[in-house]
């Protein structure tokens, strides 16, 4: 299978590559940044919003696996229109010139932040979607969401693909958006498309140093510098950590599955390890495996930041044939 592969170079995009070639595929690497010390297939420089490029690229591809993004939580609001250039604009430049070029499978790299806060049910009014958190309870060390009818506290549940879309912040929206475009672009032209809901992705070759990079990434760094993770509200805030060569393995799941998706539609899937821990639980991890010192828990919020979002893995298991493997305690061994 010819695939063109948007975010090559990435820390995400580089893994999906190797895994790619090595299961068979033909695979066409493209990246605004070609870096040149990567294993896998050569990456070529191309920039998503440019559509006489993405023309010229996507001449003969049977699958479009699009991994290209601006990533991260954005540091303020002049980020903002950086993510829609970018994410929203270049998908749809992109997903235009796949149609033109007569391309009818699409695998998309989303996000569990289109998901906002995550599942919470309440003893008394069931399950309730809680508001934004405010900065005066946050101030206040009151991280967990409340009831919306009777502000009792809630107990948090795993997210299904059926959940309602809440994005809190411009990187989310952005991901929510591009999983329109696709949509549209499945249903206008007959194709299928899958879009991957990753969980928080660690491993080699994260970034670093980046206030753009995730929580692992962050700590990561710390480490290397010898200072301690700053773990940030009470460190009992909960994700679902997830190796990326796990979601490598995913994406290749999902190059296949678009063969079989009825014409017309898009298939969303959470990647994720289906084990959430505690971002308390991953500094120590981290600590220990690094050899560096113990995490030192802040108090210190920031408004974007969902409280808990933890997944269901069961329909990528069942319609994919996907199943993560690495365990965290395992997984952070790989960053060592
Ligand atoms: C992360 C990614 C998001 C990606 C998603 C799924 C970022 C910024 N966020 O979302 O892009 O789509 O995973 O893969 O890349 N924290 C600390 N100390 C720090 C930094 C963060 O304790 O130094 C805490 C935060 O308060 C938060 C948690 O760690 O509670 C996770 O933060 P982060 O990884 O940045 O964001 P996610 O919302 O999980």
């Known amino acids: 299978m010819k695939v063109l592969l948007t975010g090559a170079s990435g820390f995400i995009g580089g893994q999906v590559a190797s895994v790619l070639t090595a299961s068979g595929h033909h695979v066409l690497g493209l990246d605004v940044r ?5 294993a896998g297939p050569p990456v070529t420089e191309a920039d998503i919003r440019d559509a006489i490029a993405m023309a010229e690229h996507l001449a003969g591809v049977d699958v479009l696996v699009h991994q290209a993004a601006r990533v991260g939580l954005g540091v303020d609001l002049d980020d ?9 604009t270049g998908t749809a430049v992109l997903l235009a010139a796949a149609a033109r070029a007569g391309v009818r499978r699409l695998v998309l790299a989303s996000s569990m932040v289109v998901y906002g806060e995550g599942g919470y049910a309440c003893s008394a009014h069931g399950d309730v979607r809680p508001g934004p958190r405010t900065p005066e309870d946050l101030q206040a060390g009151r991280f967990e969401p409340r009831c919306p009818d009777c502000g009792a506290e809630l107990t948090h549940r795993r997210v299904a693909e059926d959940a309602p879309p809440d994005p809190r912040n411009a990187y989310a929206t952005t991901k929510l958006a591009q999983e329109h475009l696709a949509a549209t672009w499945a249903r206008e032209t007959g194709g299928a498309a899958v879009a991957l809901r990753y969980h928080n992705v660690y491993g080699p070759g994260m970034p670093r140093d980046t206030p753009y990079a995730g929580v692992a990434a962050i700590f990561r760094s710390a480490l290397a510098r010898g200072e301690a993770p700053r773990v940030f509200e009470d460190g009992r805030q909960r994700r679902d950590f997830v190796h990326v060569s796990d979601v490598a393995r995913a994406n290749m799941c999902a190059v296949d599955a678009t063969a079989g998706l009825p014409p017309g539609t898009l298939r969303a899937y959470n990647v994720a390890s289906g084990r959430p821990r505690t971002i308390g639980d991953l500094a120590v991890a981290l600590a220990t495996a690094c050899g560096g010192p113990a995490p030192v828990v802040t108090g210190e919020f920031r408004l974007g930041d ?3 979002i933890v997944a269901t893995p069961d329909r990528a298991t069942r319609e994919l044939g996907f199943t993560a493997h690495t365990d965290l305690t395992e997984g952070v061994r790989s960053l060592t």
């Open 34 to 38: 070609p870096s040149a010390d990567r």
């Open 306 to 308: 969902v409280r808990h």
């Open 80 to 88: 903002m229109p950086g993510y829609a250039d970018t994410n929203v």
